[in-house]
């Protein structure tokens, strides 16, 4: 089944993200942080949406996606998953250096291998 999405979508994600860490950050009482936050997730949405003819950028929005784009979106959001969770298992170890409880790092932690092992399960199962 191939989906397809429109241009608006990301760039109006990016906004009301933008808006959404504004209002945050003034309940937490920092406005400016907030502002900053919303002027960048707009200049972000802006640049996809008016990023010319760049392939990234058509890729990021979903215009010309091919099995090339695909290919590369899977490795791109495995290597950012991997991030994630090294990021995670290293604060959760120096935490429990620390004397502390290593939460909340050791339920992110425990959320991705979690859904690591279901994913394995359910594509294998699928294929």
Known sequence: M??????WLLP???????FVLLAAEWI???LSGGLWALGIMTLFGALVLFGGRSETIRGLRGDGRDERFRQIDIHATAVAGLAVITASIVAFVVEVARGHSGSPYGWLGAIAGLAYLLAVIVFRLRG
């Open 2 to 7: 191939r989906m397809s999405r429109s241009r």
């Open 12 to 18: 109006v994600f990016a906004v009301a993200l933008g």
């Open 28 to 30: 937490g009482g920092d």
